[in-house]
């Protein structure tokens, strides 16, 4: 099963992946992570990268098609995987086409999770994560019972540098001029399928799984 995960920063990307992992056993790839863990080793590509991320900027295509491909390349891709950030513009999008064509495969769906801006900005800069755990809060959907502490493991919770209201506008801008397209791009390749990310986490996971149901 190869699947794609579309949606703006804060749609709840990263939350779904998770729970797809699990349940179907298949690789988890974001580029959001990859990156993050390059910029933590202070890796080349993670410093290059940190000088877009910083701005609330898209990376560089060259710069994403190469972390990308390489792990598409790993032995645990090869029954299958699921991409989360990645492609975010029609020119990677056209490029992940040609390459998994020259491996003689291609995308079972693209699933779209759709979330209004009021709502992702929300999300975004009420988030709070433990620094012990990694558990994450929400001021505004899931405050913890004790303000800046983790109802999990009692870290002390915080904010990341780039949740901030300016940013996620900035990111929401990009996300529209540059990666919207990509909605019509699969749409027209006929794999798309949208999902209402306004509900609960509940429900949108039972509505990717029908979806994904239907294709195993």
Same mark, same amino acid.
């Given at each position: 099963m190869?699947?794609?995960?579309?949606?703006?920063p804060?749609s709840?990307?990263?939350t779904?992946?998770a729970?797809?992992?699990?349940?179907?056993?298949?690789?988890?790839?974001s580029?959001g992570d990859?990156?993050?863990?390059?910029?933590?080793? *202070?890796t080349?590509?993670?410093?290059?990268?940190?000088?877009?991320?910083? *701005?609330?900027l898209?990376?560089? #295509?060259?710069?994403?098609?190469?972390i990308? +491909? !390489?792990?598409?390349?790993?032995d645990d891709?090869?029954i299958?995987?699921?991409?989360?950030?990645?492609?975010?513009?029609?020119?990677?999008?056209?490029?992940?086409?040609?390459?998994?064509?020259?491996?003689?495969?291609?995308?079972?769906?693209?699933i779209s999770? #759709?979330?209004?801006?009021?709502?992702?900005?929300?999300?975004?800069?009420?988030?709070?994560?433990?620094k !012990?755990?990694? +558990?994450?809060?929400?001021?505004?959907f899931?405050?913890?019972? +004790?303000?800046?502490?983790? #109802?999990?493991?009692?870290?002390?919770?915080?904010?990341?540098?780039? #949740?901030?209201?300016?940013?996620?506008?900035k990111?929401?801008?990009?996300?529209?001029?540059q990666?919207?397209?990509?909605i019509d791009?699969?749409?027209?390749?006929?794999?798309l399928v949208?999902?209402?990310?306004?509900?609960?986490?509940e *429900?949108?996971f039972?509505?990717?799984?029908?979806?994904?149901n239907?294709?195993?």
């Amino acid at each position: 099963m190869r699947i794609i995960l579309l949606g703006a920063p804060g749609s709840g990307k990263g939350t779904q992946a998770a729970r797809i992992q699990q349940k179907y056993n298949i690789p988890h790839i974001s580029t959001g992570d990859i990156f993050r863990s390059n910029i933590q080793r *202070q890796t080349e590509i993670g410093m290059e990268a940190k000088k877009y991320m910083d *701005q609330g900027l898209l990376v560089p #295509d060259e710069l994403t098609l190469r972390i990308v +491909e !390489s792990r598409l390349m790993e032995d645990d891709c090869q029954i299958g995987f699921m991409l989360d950030g990645f492609p975010r513009t029609t020119v990677q999008a056209e490029a992940l086409d040609k390459r998994l064509n020259e491996l003689g495969k291609s995308l079972n769906v693209v699933i779209s999770l #759709d979330v209004n801006d009021d709502t992702i900005i929300k999300r975004i800069t009420g988030r709070q994560v433990c620094k !012990s755990c990694g +558990e994450v809060f929400n001021l505004y959907f899931k405050n913890p019972a +004790e303000a800046g502490k983790c #109802d999990k493991c009692g870290g002390e919770l915080y904010t990341r540098a780039d #949740d901030t209201e300016e940013t996620v506008a900035k990111r929401l801008k990009v996300y529209g001029e540059q990666t919207y397209p990509l909605i019509d791009f699969y749409s027209k390749k006929g794999n798309l399928v949208k999902i209402n990310g306004e509900q609960e986490e509940e *429900q949108v996971f039972y509505d990717i799984t029908q979806t994904l149901n239907s294709i195993i």
